[in-house]
């Protein structure tokens, strides 16, 4: 797992990508599952327009059609 989370204190900051993730060009919140500084993983509700947050559609993926796949990034 490489996303990771860490307290600012008064937010979070989350920094990772997934690839492969169904549907994601079309969702309105995520969860997205972290390590934090202790190593210990952590899962946080990521809404659409949160700065930072994205999910490009990956193109060209031959035989993988049957639904939008996306790589979620924060």
Known sequence: MTTKIEDK???????GAKLWISNSPECQVAVVWAKNEQGRIKGVIVERGMEGF????????????????????V
Do not use: C, F, V
């Open 54 to 73: 994205t999910t490009p559609e990956i193109h060209n993926k031959w035989s993988l059609r049957a639904s939008t796949t996306g790589e979620p990034g």
């Open 9 to 15: 204190g008064d937010h979070y900051l989350l920094n």
